[in-house]
């Protein structure tokens, strides 16, 4: 039974590489995506840093947004 | 009524939203493997086979639909001009792509067994074809151009000239004679498929569509910060 689980009664070279390709692809656009999301969260906070605390609080009273992402980004790290 | 489309409403929801799909999200990749892989009986003509479908219907169905998607809120944003839907095209294009390519690729992979042949210049395959290089267009238009205004009239042109491919990809097995095989699950009419593969199908979609809805969020959110971190810079 495993075997032909494994050969898929001779079509595992297909259905394995349908699957795989899928799988990998797949795990690789998340990985990416995940990566360039945490490299805008850092540079976000790094350009916050760059502010004086008068034009920080500015920032951050005027955009609820701005107060999400510094509260996630905290959260999340 | 678009104010809910705002930034400030959607980036917390975006948060919980992520959240809960990594949460449910691998309990029913695992339940839809195991119906795709173990649990669904081979095809009385392709053996198992038949199996790629599983990755391979969900993918042509959900590059079609990112396209529709993209083709209505092009069209809304030339008449309401509401500029999150620019992002919103922006974020779910890159996830059309990788689904019409893996659909390509799997279809290939299919067709060498049943059909005996990678590829046919047939009217299903080539018109998916097209479709990969309209979404290769749209992406270019964002990193190509720089003035936002005029990336959204190319990109809008590009998506509406592209809508025209969609009917032409839904119907080519039906206008033409295809060596690809008529629809076998009709929205309208009965279904041509049995209940222990229309099932596991089912389970496979519902997994694809979290990922994708997983992977437009996170781009979203992506671009969400983007624009906050350049007005900024703008102050």
Same mark, same amino acid.
């Given at each position: ?15 394995? =590489? ?24 850092? #540079?976000?906070?790094? #350009?916050?840093?760059? =502010? ?8 951050? #009273? ?16 | 009524? %678009? ?7 959607? $980036? ?13 999200? &691998? ?7 195991? %119906? ?13 086979? +038949?199996?790629?479908? $599983? ?10 639909? @990112? ?6 809120? *092009? ?12 992002? +919103? ?11 019409? @390519? ?34 290769? &267009? $749209? ?13 959204? !009239? ?6 509406? /000239? ?5 009917? /032409?990809?839904?119907? *080519? ?16 009419? *009965? ?19 979290? $990922? ?16 906050? !971190? ?6």
């Amino acid at each position: 039974m495993t075997s032909n689980f494994i050969t898929m009664n001779g079509y595992g070279l297909f259905v394995w =590489l349908s699957f795989g390709i899928t799988f990998v692809t797949c795990l690789a656009v998340y990985f990416k995506t995940k990566k360039t999301l945490k490299k805008y969260e850092r #540079e976000f906070l790094a #350009e916050l840093q760059t =502010l004086t605390l008068e034009e920080k609080n500015k920032v951050l #009273e005027d955009s609820k947004v701005a107060q999400q992402i510094l509260a996630t980004s905290f959260k999340a790290n | 009524m %678009f104010k809910f489309f705002s930034f400030t409403n959607s $980036y917390l929801l975006i948060q919980k939203l992520i959240k809960f799909i990594n949460s449910i999200f &691998f309990l029913i990749l695992l339940i839809g493997l195991t %119906f795709a892989l173990v649990l669904s009986p081979p095809d009385y003509l392709q053996g198992d086979a +038949v199996r790629i479908m $599983y990755v391979h219907v969900p993918s042509a169905w959900i590059g079609l639909a @990112c396209f529709s998607v993209i083709t209505i809120l *092009s069209i809304l944003n030339f008449i309401f001009k509401i500029k999150n839907f620019y992002f +919103v095209n922006k974020s779910i294009a890159p996830i059309g792509l990788l689904f019409t @390519c893996l659909a390509i690729i799997t279809g290939s992979l299919w067709g060498q067994p049943t059909w005996g042949t990678w590829w046919a210049w047939d009217a299903r395959l080539t018109s998916m074809l097209a479709l990969m290089l309209f979404y290769i &267009f $749209y992406i270019l238009t964002f990193k190509l151009l720089r003035k936002e205004e005029l990336i959204i !009239k190319v990109s809008s042109i590009i998506a509406i /000239i592209g809508s025209i491919n969609l009917p /032409i990809i839904k119907y *080519s097995v039906e206008w033409w004679t295809t060596l690809h095989q008529p629809a076998s699950i009709k929205i309208t009419g *009965s279904n041509r498929i049995h209940s222990e593969m229309m099932l596991p199908l089912m389970v496979m979609l519902l997994v694809f569509l979290l $990922y994708a809805a997983l992977i437009f969020l996170m781009k979203y959110k992506t671009e969400i910060i983007r624009i906050k !971190k350049k007005n900024i810079k703008r102050d």
